[in-house]
């Protein structure tokens, strides 16, 4: 799902997408290996995430990005 920041507050997985220089491709990338590597995530879980293919990603997220995430330091 794609939504204002502020509406997905209650989600436990969430990041946030900022105009950037990242290119859609390596930013689903990045956006699975966070899900995927987050300290609560069960298996099942995980199994849904690898699921997902990259173009069903593709057609809810826009394309040159910067990726923040909660507990992330730094922007990609």
């Not at 491709?25 to 899900?35: E, P």
């Not at 069960?42 to 923040?68: C, D, P, Q, R, W």
Request: proline share 3%; with cysteine; charged share 25%.
């Amino acid at each position: 799902m794609c939504a204002p920041y502020i509406s997905m507050m209650n989600h436990k997985y969430k990041v946030k997408l900022v105009p950037g220089s990242l290119k859609r491709g390596k930013a689903i990338k990045t956006v699975i290996s966070l899900f995927n590597g987050q300290k609560d995530c069960t298996e099942m879980e995980k199994k849904f995430i690898k699921a997902m293919t990259e173009s069903e990603l593709a057609s809810t997220m826009i394309g040159n990005v910067k990726i923040g995430a909660a507990g992330m330091f730094e922007w990609f």
